[in-house]
């Protein structure tokens, strides 16, 4: 089985209030120095055991707890679409009925509500707690909707009884949200996804063409970030220079005309459309087919016609697909992508103002504004291009999640 990095993976830590709490020190300091970017969430009782400063320090963020707090954002909904896994370590027998029972009363009980991602519960209270009816009735009904419950370990607990109900070592901890990022792998199992990549070529004659710096590095990511969650996916790629990525079938083009045509190809056959091709807008009415001479001319102009609208298009297809698309703007991006999302028929719009430092263009990392149909607006910060992948398919699952039970 391939190994799970934890680099770079984005991790919500729950800690609520039982003794145990202080073992979730260790647990974020490891996922800390794996490299993962972790936020923690606690309960108003997790506070009482330990100070939110101290897992704001070995976190290197604020600390969530307070749902009343002054802010710009709503933060349990903006911490669920950050995280790619969340472990509740401890977990007490309140925060294990309140996530069976969907009850919402605080910060991480809401945000609990809200994630679409992978949940570790690892329970941590006294032996006859956690053997009482109504705590094992509850972690079954976890259980049984997928979530990972981490077996408490026996020993001597605080309350000087022996038995279950101790929260296992760090390492087990880490393992399990290992397992939980493992089986996220296969989220998008049996899902056709069509992704376009890369830069188009229009040719002006057989040796000049017009085409933007695209290095199709953004799309590539996509496409190989989807076929490791168990994807079939179809990568209709732009020239660019990049490996194939395994296990994906390629469609090499090199013009509008013909991205619009391989993507036409797989109408009604696409569950997930994702744009993130940089499609040239016009294209020379008529490409010589010889090289053009200078001859002894001071100026020269190119007519220049529309080419098709390769998403607007997919936007008409029956069935049609979740569609996302990209916006690559240099200013006001957000309104621009805005307009784009409704004009073009989009599901979700990948807001990218490619005029920032590291954004855009040929670099290795990202940082885009994601905006769905439904006006909801998300901020990520600047990450490489395969952390920008995931967390665009983790929105995109959960819009596809979210059309299939209406
Ligand atoms: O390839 P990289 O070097 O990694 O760079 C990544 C990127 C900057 C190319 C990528 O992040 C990005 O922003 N891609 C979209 C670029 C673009 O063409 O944006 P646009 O705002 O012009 O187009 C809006 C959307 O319509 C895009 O999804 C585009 O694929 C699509 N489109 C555009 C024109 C057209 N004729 N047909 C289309 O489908």
Not at 108 to 136: E, H, K, Y
Not at 216 to 222: A, D, I, S, V
Not at 285 to 311: F, H, N, Q
Request: net charge negative.
């Amino acid at each position: 089985m391939p190994a799970i990095e934890l680099s770079g993976r984005r991790i919500i830590v729950a800690v609520t209030g039982g003794i145990a709490a202080y073992k979730a020190c260790e647990l974020v300091s490891t996922l800390v120095k794996s490299g993962a970017q972790v936020r923690v969430v606690m309960t108003e009782s997790a506070r009482r055991f330990v100070s939110e400063m101290t897992f704001a320090t070995l976190s290197g963020h604020e600390v969530a707890w307070d749902m009343w707090a002054p802010r710009t954002n709503v933060e349990h909904i903006s911490l669920a679409e950050f995280a790619e896994v969340c472990v509740i370590a401890p977990a007490t027998a309140n925060v294990i009925a309140k996530c069976a029972h969907g009850i919402a009363d605080d910060l991480l009980s809401t945000c609990l509500l809200a994630l679409t991602c992978p949940v570790v519960i690892a329970p941590a209270m006294n032996t006859r707690m956690l053997c009482s009816a109504p705590v094992q009735a509850n972690l079954a009904t976890l259980r049984e909707r997928g979530v990972h419950v981490v077996e408490p370990e026996e020993g001597r607990l605080a309350c000087g009884e022996t038995g279950a109900g101790r929260l296992p070592a760090t390492e087990v901890l880490v393992e399990a949200v290992r397992d939980a990022l493992r089986s996220r792998r296969g989220a998008m199992s049996g899902m056709r996804i069509l992704i376009t990549a890369g830069p188009t070529r229009e040719a002006i004659d057989p040796v000049r063409f017009l085409s933007n710096p695209s290095s199709g590095r953004m799309g590539y990511e996509l496409a190989a970030e989807a076929q490791r969650r168990g994807a079939d996916v179809t990568l209709v790629s732009g020239p660019t220079s990049l490996p194939r990525p395994e296990g994906v079938a390629v469609v090499a083009v090199q013009s509008a005309e013909q991205m619009h045509e391989a993507v036409q190809e797989r109408a009604g056959v696409v569950d997930l459309f994702i744009g993130a091709a940089a499609v040239a807008d016009w294209r020379p009415a008529e490409a010589a087919t010889e090289k053009m001479k200078k001859g002894d001319r001071e100026e020269m102009t190119l007519r220049m016609v529309r080419t098709p609208d390769i998403i607007a298009s997919v936007a008409q297809w029956q069935p049609r697909p979740t569609i996302v698309g990209f916006a690559a703007e240099t200013n006001e991006t957000i309104a621009h992508a805005r307009e784009k999302l409704q004009r073009k028929g989009m599901d979700m719009i990948v807001a990218n103002d490619v005029s920032e430092p590291g954004a855009g263009f040929e670099v290795e990392t990202n940082r885009v504004t994601l905006i769905d149909v439904i006006g909801r607006e998300t901020d990520l910060p600047l990450m490489s291009k395969a952390e920008v992948a995931a967390a665009i398919l983790d929105r995109a699952g959960a819009l596809i999640a979210s059309r299939e039970s209406q």
